[in-house]
């Protein structure tokens, strides 16, 4: 692969790196060639695109909302199987996306980066390889998204000690035969949903270890006939289709943004009630076992969970073969699973599906991972304060790198919207910095801090239902800090517009030549100060 004009001239080895192969990285890629950026590289730890849908092939994988809304607004696709996609489909999707842009071969695989530290002095970064390899780049685009590593060693006592088979989602092992066998599932969430029903039909006995009950919705999912693919594919149609969903996100967000606060929370506490007892009439249609429904009716509010499409798994409840199990795990022993009532079941099989580190989560930012100027270390700031970065991408102290799933970056119906969103930002901020002459660009603290603030204040609402209402949820939309830095409080449409409408001066610019004594420079070295006082005492950046 050519290194680049950069390279060859003794500056970095590319003008950008984005780390992941997912749909961020290939949005990225997509949006880096569109500002006419050729020289990049996009790295994964993988062995292919795709992220997520490359490396989850467990049973019956799909998404679990409208296909509809599973794409790029730019590689729209009305020609899906099914109105919920699966998940050969949805990576063939992607392959064809990367492939038509001309990415695959901007695409190196195997490749785990482990360490990212900026050189001030060349104005590049440095990003450490799991081998050894150190590869360099002007800038940085982490595109490693929103469920960053699975959860594959939770903390239960015995767990090592287990001697059975054992896989997680994010690993299926399709070699072994669940014909006839012992099957424990611990975790009730989006993958359980859709493996435990195909497991069922195939165990002798299937064990799922429920801690927190989930919200499982219809999931009206049918084929696409010619007919309606052919109505997708009109002028318009799929976008139509898309926007009808979107208009749907948009009218709750600004019920949940705008409505007075003494008025939201009557609110909330009347959409709980309203909502609890729908759903417990749906468990009652749905499951027959009186004391099953009784454990699968959650005890906050209705919508402190993102819900799924739940298909065939409240149905599977049914079976004689299926035992749902709340009383909590006690120790996996060698055999099998003690649950806290003392009670021993033998297993012959165990499926991890326990989640994964989310990017809402401090502890998904690992210190002395991400080290910008003067030693600034994301890992320790993230875990120490909130968690925040202007427009959800850039974080002061960290030049020339961004974030493309940050705090508070959830807007709209699927992924495809906000990092698409992010990664529109992302190429205003490059493309103004490339304009200038500019090497380096470092949002301004102030800037970051606005608008954290903007965040806090337009987010009362949702911060007051999902860190009160949701109490005992065990939501990843609320962390470990009782923060709620998943939703951005903004209209749909504030989010598009001013992911480009922004003040391009809430940066700081530097150059490769002398700087002006009236420049940015002395910025950079207040900030620069400011940065290197934070990550020794863990201060606050100051508003300047």
């Known amino acids: 692969m050519s290194r680049g004009t950069a390279g060859a001239a003794g500056g970095p080895d590319h003008e950008v790196v984005v780390i992941g192969a997912g749909i961020g990285g290939i949005c990225a890629g997509v949006k880096l060639r569109e500002i006419g950026i050729e020289d990049f590289l996009i790295v994964d730890r993988v062995g292919g695109l795709g992220g997520t849908w490359y490396s989850h092939h467990y049973p019956d994988a799909g998404c ?104 997680y989602p994010a690993d299926w092992n399709h070699d072994y035969d669940f014909t006839g066998k012992r099957v424990a599932v611990i975790g009730v969430g989006a993958s359980t949903m859709q493996i435990a029903p195909k497991l069922a039909e195939r165990a002798a006995r299937l064990d799922v270890y429920q801690r927190t009950p989930q919200v499982y919705l219809p999931k009206p999912d049918f084929v696409l006939r010619p007919w309606m693919q052919r109505l997708l594919a009109l002028p318009g149609g799929s976008a139509a289709a898309n926007g009808i969903a979107q208009v749907v996100v948009d009218s709750a967000l600004r019920v949940a943004i705008y409505t007075p606060a003494p008025l939201w929370k009557v609110g909330a506490r009347a959409v709980d009630a309203v909502g609890g007892r729908a759903y417990a009439g749906w468990l009652r249609i749905k499951v027959k076992d009186k004391e099953t429904r009784r454990r699968l009716r959650p005890g906050f509010g209705i919508v402190c969970l993102r819900g799924g499409a739940g298909g065939g798994y409240l149905p599977m409840l049914n079976r004689e073969n299926v035992e749902l199990i709340t009383t ?54 993230y875990n120490t304060e909130e968690l925040e970065a202007y427009y959800s991408t850039s974080v002061a102290g960290i030049p020339n790198r961004f974030i493309m799933i940050g705090p508070y970056s959830w807007t709209g119906t699927a992924f495809h919207y906000f990092v698409e969103n992010a990664m529109r930002h992302i190429a205003a901020v490059i493309d103004e910095t490339r304009r200038r002459g500019a090497t380096v ?32 949820s065990n939501s990843y939309f609320v962390n470990s800090q009782g923060k709620s830095p998943y939703i951005r409080p903004w209209s749909l449409l504030k989010t ?24 940015d420079e002395s910025v950079f070295e207040q900030t620069a100060a400011a940065v290197g006082d934070r990550a020794a005492g863990g201060a606050r950046l100051p508003v300047q």
């Open 64 to 167: 679990d909302i409208p296909s509809t809304t599973y794409q790029f607004s730019f590689a729209r696709k009305p020609d899906w199987d099914r109105l919920f996609a699966k998940r050969d489909q949805i990576l063939e999707y992607l392959e064809q996306v990367a492939a038509d842009h001309d990415l695959p071969r901007r695409m190196r695989f195997h490749t785990g980066i482990v360490r990212e530290e900026w050189d001030d002095d060349r104005q590049l970064w440095r990003l450490q390889v799991d081998s050894g390899e150190v590869i360099t780049a002007r800038f940085v685009i982490s595109a490693i998204g929103a469920y960053i590593n699975p959860k594959t060693a939770p903390d239960i006592p015995g767990l090592a000690s287990y001697a059975g088979v054992s896989m």
């Open 328 to 381: 909590g795990i006690a120790e996996i022993t060698p055999g099998g699973i003690r649950d806290a009532d003392g009670v021993h079941r033998e297993i012959d099989a165990l499926v991890l599906a326990t989640g994964y580190e989310v990017f809402s989560d401090p502890e998904s930012y690992k210190p002395g991972t991400v080290l910008g100027r003067n030693g600034f270390d994301l890992g320790v700031f």
């Open 441 to 472: 660009v470092e949002v301004r603290p102030q800037a970051q801090e606005r608008f954290h603030r903007e965040m806090l204040r337009s987010g009362r609402n949702l911060a007051y239902y999902l860190e009160t209402r949701c109490e005992g």
């Open 496 to 519: 598009y517009r001013k992911a480009v409408r922004f003040d391009r001066e809430d940066y700081a610019y530097r150059y490769p030549v002398e700087i002006r004594a009236d420049s």
